[in-house]
């Protein structure tokens, strides 16, 4: 009922607002991680940043795979993930900078990144290069390879990965990045 009672607040609605804005952005690259997804048998995200945060907005997986990894909907590490190294690896620099300053940097496994040091000179080599790992950060045995997804104001909007058993990755690391990176 109307009572007024209850309503909804400037940050709740600025959330909605961002992530109807994405919506397209998912459903268009549905196509791509289906079709990374069929190619390397491995499983596909994408994701994008909400407020400060990393969020998982698309998943693709193999017919014969189950998922390892947190799902549509869920907030993932920027430090430890590679979705989330490549969405702050563009990101201007005094947002990064924020973010940076305020993790934990909890660790998830023994190669997880620990400090804001470390992170800076991981998300250096990532800007340059193009591509972001997860090797065994977020979760032993899993890695991970993202790439950017630009705008047409050349700006990172999102991000896409492909991720698998560490073995069948490694097997194929240069042709997955080649693939992920475009």
């Given at each position: 009922p109307?009572?007024?009672?209850y309503r909804l607040g400037p940050v709740l609605f600025q959330m909605g607002m961002h992530y109807a804005k994405n919506m397209d952005l998912a459903i268009l690259s549905?196509?791509?991680?289906e079709k990374l997804s069929d190619e390397y048998n491995e499983s596909t995200r994408a994701?994008?940043?909400m407020?400060?945060?990393a969020i998982v907005v698309m998943e693709i997986n193999p017919d014969n795979s189950y998922s390892a990894f947190p799902g549509p909907g869920s907030v993932i590490p920027v430090h430890t993930s590679a979705i989330g190294?490549?969405?702050?690896?563009?990101?201007?620099?005094?947002?990064?900078?924020?973010?940076i300053e305020n993790s934990s940097f909890i660790s998830l496994t023994e190669k997880s990144i620990r400090s804001a040091v470390?992170?800076?000179?991981?998300?250096?080599?990532v800007k340059e290069s193009g591509i972001a790992f997860d090797d065994e950060e977020s979760l032993a045995g899993l890695t991970c390879v993202a790439g950017p997804v630009f705008n047409h104001n050349n700006e990172c909007v999102a991000s896409i990965s492909l991720s698998g058993s560490t073995e069948r990755m490694d097997k194929r690391r240069?042709?997955?990045v080649n693939a992920v990176k475009y």
């Amino acid at each position: 009922p109307m009572t007024q009672k209850y309503r909804l607040g400037p940050v709740l609605f600025q959330m909605g607002m961002h992530y109807a804005k994405n919506m397209d952005l998912a459903i268009l690259s549905r196509v791509w991680l289906e079709k990374l997804s069929d190619e390397y048998n491995e499983s596909t995200r994408a994701g994008i940043m909400m407020m400060e945060k990393a969020i998982v907005v698309m998943e693709i997986n193999p017919d014969n795979s189950y998922s390892a990894f947190p799902g549509p909907g869920s907030v993932i590490p920027v430090h430890t993930s590679a979705i989330g190294k490549i969405l702050l690896a563009h990101m201007p620099e005094k947002k990064k900078n924020h973010i940076i300053e305020n993790s934990s940097f909890i660790s998830l496994t023994e190669k997880s990144i620990r400090s804001a040091v470390a992170l800076r000179e991981e998300l250096h080599k990532v800007k340059e290069s193009g591509i972001a790992f997860d090797d065994e950060e977020s979760l032993a045995g899993l890695t991970c390879v993202a790439g950017p997804v630009f705008n047409h104001n050349n700006e990172c909007v999102a991000s896409i990965s492909l991720s698998g058993s560490t073995e069948r990755m490694d097997k194929r690391r240069n042709e997955i990045v080649n693939a992920v990176k475009y």
